[in-house]
């Protein structure tokens, strides 16, 4: 029996990965593989899906839409304060938020029962807009979480979805388990104002009565700016060390970001000469994952001690582009260490 039929409008490629971003709530069950369990694709733009195993099929039609011509994000919202989450509760509430904005979640739930992660952005009168996202968890490990939220958004930063209503999406969290996200919005009209919170809620508790224990303008905003240094290996054989996450580069009012947690750094390596350049990750505050993206390929790593990445080899003089960010649920600062070899 078909239950629902819904349309979806999104840009790029419509992976796994951007699937879990969908504008509503799906039940995406996965086998050890991978794959999708109880979807079958009847053409290239429809879906049915089954989330309960039984015979209430629904129907997700998605049409392709032309991307959007995206400006910079010009704002964090940041709900990370409390990190471990022990009560049900407004964790983030901010109204009126105009222009193009980027906001991070990243919750454990530290209680003692399993609970609803609520993520809710309302544009003013209902006004479309474009987002992309990068979504991780629940997973016991914070440091995978995060580090799946960069792999999805590095592999796929113009792939997204056109919302012409609120974005209402609920996550089920595991009693000691970790989840995240980074969710870029863009306004077709950037005088348009949303409504942006996150709220947690245990399964013996409502949700309505959750959000009337903090129902206030709470939790960190900050102006955002991409970090984009000059890196030139001018020095010989000699070390040549690029620190992430120990510098403090955005502020609002008073408040200064520790760690830079899902703020963009872009590195501009200057190669002077051919050779073969090695690559090393020192996490000098502790256990980390580093995602980057070089040569428009994506790598991914975990370390707890200095490890060797990778060798660069260079053909000729030329300027390489490494991009990254620090990931919420690591330890930072991390060292990327640069050495030419031969």
């Known amino acids: 029996m078909l239950a629902a039929v819904y349309q979806v409008d999104y840009y790029g490629n419509l ?3 951007l699937l879990r971003a969908v504008p509503f709530d799906l039940k995406l069950d996965q086998d050890e593989t991978g794959a999708l369990k109880y979807w079958s694709r009847q053409a290239d733009n429809f879906i049915l899906y089954n989330n309960d195993e039984t015979d209430n099929w629904q129907q997700v039609s998605f049409r392709r839409v032309p ?19 022990s009560q049900s509760g407004v964790l983030y509430k901010r109204d009126n938020v105009s222009g193009n904005f980027r906001l991070l979640f990243y919750h454990m739930n530290a209680g003692d029962d399993d609970g609803v992660l609520y993520v809710s952005i309302k544009p003013g009168q209902n006004r479309p807009f474009y987002y992309t996202a990068g979504i991780g968890g629940p997973d016991p490990s914070g440091i995978y979480v995060g580090r799946v939220i960069a792999r999805t958004l590095f592999k796929e930063p113009n792939c997204g979805y056109l919302m012409n209503q609120n974005l209402e999406r609920s996550y089920e969290i595991k009693k000691s388990y970790v989840f995240g996200g980074i969710i ?20 013996n508790d409502m949700k309505d009565e959750a959000e009337k224990k903090y129902n206030r303008q709470s939790g960190d905003l900050y102006r955002y700016h991409e970090i984009v240094t000059g890196v030139p ?4 054989n000699k070390l040549y060390n690029i620190v992430i996450g120990q510098d403090k580069f955005l502020q609002h009012n008073t408040k200064t970001l520790d760690g830079n947690y899902g703020v ?7 190669f002077p000469s051919a050779g073969i350049y090695g690559m090393y990750l020192t996490p000098n505050g502790g256990p980390a994952g580093l995602v980057f993206k070089l040569d428009e390929k994506v790598y ?14 260079v053909d000729f003089p030329q300027t390489k582009v490494l991009e990254t960010f620090p ?16």
């Not at 919005?185 to 919170?197: A, G, M, Q």
């Not at 963009?264 to 200057?270: G, T, V």
């Not at 990931?327 to 031969?342: D, M, R, W």
């Open 300 to 313: 991914e790593y975990y370390a707890s001690q200095d490890i060797f990445l990778m060798d660069i080899i």
């Open 264 to 270: 963009n750094h872009r590195y501009e390596i200057f």
């Open 327 to 342: 990931l919420p649920g690591s330890n930072y600062p991390v060292t990327i260490t640069l050495k030419k070899k031969k």
């Open 67 to 85: 991307a959007p011509a995206k400006s910079p994000v010009k704002l964090l919202l940041y709900s990370n304060k409390p990190e471990s989450i």
């Open 184 to 203: 870029d919005v863009f306004p077709l009209n950037e005088s348009v104002t949303y409504d942006v919170s996150v709220t947690f809620c245990f399964n």
């Open 233 to 236: 290996l001018t020095n010989g």
């Open 15 to 17: 992976s796994p990965q």
